[in-house]
Every structure is written in structure tokens, then in C-alpha cells.
């Protein structure tokens, strides 16, 4: 920044962590905030969003769930399935983890911050979706372990507030951790992170399987309870966290002089072809064994894909994921995916949309269609559920954007850090 | 780990303010662009405000009391009759009605079970609306415990079946089946509660800490016979129409925003009477009693008849049964 005077104060050179730090919070901040006009138009187009989102869940809060469009019959709606997408986003960031610390792909290494970036926005975009489903969020404190009283080890949802969490704080920290060094110049001590890093490994496949658990655990929903949910969930994250952050790492090349060597992108792109070629296979899979053994079991899929009694509502849906999902499955494959260009860009965001579809709207909705009284009572969301859920968003893309702001400055040669002696310097 | 003193201190630079030390949060430099970031702070923080301003009618409606209180199992004696005493005066504020708040134990040796005879039941619907009234269940909706399926004579699978059927009954080429809570002895709700505010007791019926219940809706998805509720909106009953005898464990008026379900009428059958569905049911199709005492109705049709319980492949083990005459 220009006005920054050059007056040295040595009572704050001491490298003394508890003077240190918050400075380095205060630093950020004044990062975080730092742009041009452009940057200044998105980061208020975002907070506006969020405001808008923030006023509907506190409407919804005062005057009850009734403002939803969800009844006792389709009891999970927009909220739960956008929770499914983001927690398979949060996971599919592992996806750069482990080419960069398990095969050594120095370009990766460079880059793996942003996946762990993703996967900090993504977690808590999960979190809030499943805090403004609660019907009661005054009584949140409930699911805290030791003041609280929870059902642990028995509930799979139990599980999954633990598992998300844990994940939250082992992402927070890597990226504090190597920001925080970064920020005051030093190597980062491979002790303090590698091991968490190799944690998040697990734990990012563990979030996906824990959340499938919780949908395929339930003997009363036919169209949920199959063993191929948790294989399907963590393949289908496998191609939207990779493809979002192709997507993210796009646009930190046209905003920020953050410019990720081609490697790393196209090393994600191989992974999306093999991941959305085994989701693919076994949705088709899932899809035979459904239609051609028929019965109860066929019922959900049968509403969903073609329709059933005269009710409609998810087939448009479907239709448009499958569509999505087959011509940006085909882009991924085109050589010109591996280059820079339209199509690439073209081919992320299908997959991203079609499987948002797959594993939200298309499949949570119908576990609960037809009801286990075989009733059918059909749903789609309500203006207070879209607003909460484009707030959700609007705010996990303003905690993204800052993360990536202090990223790229810290990252890129703007950030006169000195002699910079990571592993993962980049330099 | 080295720290280079130079480069320690060109980053004070970048951070410092020329006029001497000052607390380390303090010292970013003012200029035009940090009063205008203030300036956006402020107002961000100002519309923040106002668009979350609706939660204030949290405290308006939860009580310090409420908010802070304990889970069913740890509160001591002396602290459910308080709470007890709060609910019943927040009934007499909210609904104008006094109201006794009971908790009557479960009756050591005893376990309910309840059988529905499918040849006399006629799809009336008497039981319903028993349900509705005993358990001051919402009036906006014709809402009870109870769904009737109409089905249709030939076939068991319910997606032959109708709850919503709107003519005289029965009809020639139907046949009626209550579902209510089958009060499971493996109860998938209560697995997928996270909180534990569902839970079965010795007696076997399963029910709900309405003031624990964080309205996650996952035992709603886990229950395979569409027996839990949950209530979208304030239950809204006219004073005249309240049921002052409640149970604080079954039909006291729930929460809004809280699951509920059946209780097998707790309240009423822990002191010796009959579930209320069944006091109303025309056609004696319903049979409730102890499924301990070998010489109760339920265990001779238990004996007797040809018996089924639904869905048994899922291992739920429900204390309800069907059976045919």
C-alpha cells in the first residue's frame, strides 16, 4: 500500500508469537479488504447475498419451518441436498493433497493451499446448511459433546457434526499454519503440518462416507439404503471438488498475478476422467439394478426418471444432471481439456451443475418420494429456501475470496516476505 | 527455524504507523482507503444487523429457563415439577387454559402392545380424530398420529393404498389399515436421533423430549412406517378445545419446530385406561394391553390368531400387530 510509512519499530520485531499473531490476523484483515474496483464489486455483490440469506434464515427462524416447502411427507428438501454437494466438494479437494504429499508432484505442492481453501469455504457452507434445516437452532448446543448429550457412537449424524468439524480445524490449521509462516518469513516446520496433512487424507474420505452413511444406513428408504451410495458419493466428489477448483484456480489467474504452473490442472483433469468414469458406471449400475428389478426398490427412481401417478416434479431435474454429466464427461475427454480454454471451463461447469442435480435435488428428494406409506406428495423449494442457500453460498464464496486474497498475496512476488525456503515456496 | 531480523521488521514497515509503538491491533496506517473500509465495515455490520434482526423474538419466546434446560434423564425430581410448573403457566399465557403437566413412570413388569383386528376396522376414521383431540394435535390441520390406508382387497403392498380417500365407507373392494406408531423394540428413530431426545422406555413406548428436540428431522427419515410429525408451526387450538389432562412425555402441546409422535397415550394407559383412539373406535377393531400377562386379550389373539406386523423384514420388531379374523 502506498501510504505505509517505513518508520521501523523494533519493539515489534520480536518474533514473540503472542504479539505476532494478532498482528498477523490484523495483517489479513487489512488484505483481506485490500483490491481493486472489481474486487470491491464482488466482495459487496457477495455480502449482499449473504445479507439476503442471513434476513430469510431469521424469518424462517421467527416464523417456523412452515416457510419452507418441506412437510412431513418430503421432510429433507434444498437444504440437506445442498449440504451433500459441499461436503463432496470439502472432500474432493484431497484430490490435489494427495498427487502433491503421497506422489511428490512438486506442481501440486505449489498449488494444494487452494484445495485446502476449497475445502475450508465448502466445510462450512456444509455447516450452515445443516444448522438452517434445524428446526430448533436455539438449541444447537445440544450436539456439542460434554455440554450437550449426544448420541454417539449409534447416530450417523452424531458422526458426521464430529467428522465435519474435525475437518474444519485440520484444514483451518494447515492453512493458518503455512499462511501464519509465511506471513513472518519463515520455512515451515514440515512437524507442524505434514502430519495433519496426511490426516486430512482420511478424514476428507471419511466426511463423504460418514454423510452417505447417513442417507444409506436407513433400512425404511429403499432408494437410499444400497452400499453403492458411500462408493458413488466419494467418486462423484472426486470430479466437482477437482473441477471447482480448476474453476477457482482459472480465476485467480485472471484476477491476481497468482499464476499456477499447467501441471497441477491437468493432473486434476486425469483424475476427473477416472472418477466420472467409475461414478458414471456405477450410476448405471445403480440404475439397472433399479428398473430391472422393479418393486418398492424401482419406486423412487421410477418418480424421479420418469414420472409416477401423474406427478412430474424431478424429471426435468434428473434429466438436465444426466445431460450435464454426459456432455461434460465427453468435453473432459476432448485433448483440448488438457489445454487452457473454453472447454475446459465448459466441461467443469457441467459436471459441477449436473452433479449438484445428482446428489442433491436428484437424490435426496426422492428417498422421500414416494413416503413409506407409498404416498406421493411432491416438493420443490420454497423462495426462503432458495435465498438461504444462495446466501450460503454467497458467504462460503466471501470466505473463499479472503482465504485466496491472502493465499495469492503471500504466495505471489507482491508479498516481500524475504527469502522464502518452503518446500512448497514455489520460488 | 531462523528468523531474519530484517525481514521481521521491512514487514513491520508494511504494518507499522509512523507514530511510535501503539498496540499491535492498532497499527494499521489511516488513510482515506482504511476510513473507507471502517465506513463499509460499519454499515456491513449495520445491515447485518438489521437483516438478522427477526431472532430477536427468540428470547421473546425462549425462556433463560427453557434455553438452559437439562435433558429428561438428568433432571432431578425437583426440577421437573419447575419445569413443569413453567409449562403450565406458558400454557395459560400462550393458549388461556389451565392445564395439569403429569409424568406418569412406566409400570414395572408391564409392556404395551396394541393389535388392530383389519376385518372389523371400516376406514371411519373415529380414531383420528380421537388422536387429534386427546393430543391437542395442531387444528389448522386435520392432523393425528393416525394414517388410514385404504386398500385395495388382493394385495398388502400400500402403494395399492390411499390415505387420502374423500367417500362413504367401506367400500365393497376395500379394505382399511391404521398405521400408527408401531412403538418398535429396535426403533430406527432412536438410532438416528444425535441428540438422544427420542428413547424407548421400559414399558416399550417410544417417546420424545419435546424440550431436547433439535428438530434435525432424521428420525422422520429413519422411520419406516411414517409415524413421526413434526411441527412446521405453532400448534394453534382454541381454549375450549385444549385437553388439559397432559403428559409431559406425550400430549402436551408441543414446541413448535420439534418432532413428535404416538405415545400409546401414555398419560392414560400408565394409569389404567385405554388409548384414546381406542375408546373412540366404532367397530372394535382395536385391542391394547400387556404383552407381559399371558392371560391379557392381546397375547389370546397373539396365540390365537393369524398374526403379522409390518415391514418385519426391516427387524424392527414393532409391539403392533394386524391380524385378520
Redesign the interface.
Known sequence: ?P???????????S?DAI??Y??FL??GL?EA??GGLGFYVWMFVL?AIS??G??A???Q??????VTN????V??GLYIANFTFCVGLAAGGVMMVIPAYLYDDEEMHKVVIIGEAVAIAAIVMSTLS?VV????????W??IPLI????WP?????WD?IVLNGYLLINLHIVGYLLYMR?????P?PKWYVPFVFLSIIWAISIHTVTAF??CG????PFWNTALLAPRFLASAFVSGPAFIILVMRILRLTTGYAAPPGPARTLIQIIRVAMTINLVMLASEIFTLFYTGG?HG?SAQYLYFGSHGHYGLVPWIWTATAFNLVGTALFFMPAALERGSIRIAACLLCIAGIWIEKGMGLIIP??I??????IVEYSPSLVEWKVTAGIWAFGFLLLTVLLKLIATVFTGDY????IRGPSSGQ | MTVDNADDSSRDERAGTSSGPTLPILNQPSSRRTALKAAGAALGLAAFGKAVSPLWSIPENVSVDEFLQQHYKELTDDEKRRVFERLEAETQRQYGKDVTISDPPPIPGVRFGYAINLSKCNGNGACMEACNQENNHHRGVDQSYIRVLEMTKGSMDMEHGTTSYDHSVPQEDKFYMPVQCQQCENPPCVTACPVEATWREDDGIVVVDYNWCIGCRYCEAACPYHARRFNWEPPEIPADEVNPDQGYLSNRIRPQGTMEKCHFCLHRTREGRLPACLEACPTGARLFGDLNDPDSDINWVLQNKRVFVLKEELGTQPNFFYFFD
Open positions: 500500500m501510504s505505509m510509512t517505513a518508520q521501523k519499530q523494533t519493539s515489534l520485531a518474533p504479539r505476532s494478532p498482528r490484523w495483517w487489512g479488504t485490500n455480502t445479507l439476503v442471513a434476513n434464515w431469521a424469518h427462524v421467527a416464523e417456523g419451518m412452515i418441506m412437510t412431513d411427507h421432510s429433507w445443516v434445516d434445524l428446526g430448533r437452532p436455539d438449541r444447537f445440544h450436539l450437550g448429550r449426544v448420541n449409534v447416530s450417523m449424524l452424531t457434526v506471513y513472518l518469513g519463515r520455512k516446520n447417513l442417507y436407513l433400512g425404511g428408504r418398492a419406486a428417498g422421500f414416494p413416503s413409506t406409506l407409498h404416498e516481500e516476505a524475504g527469502p
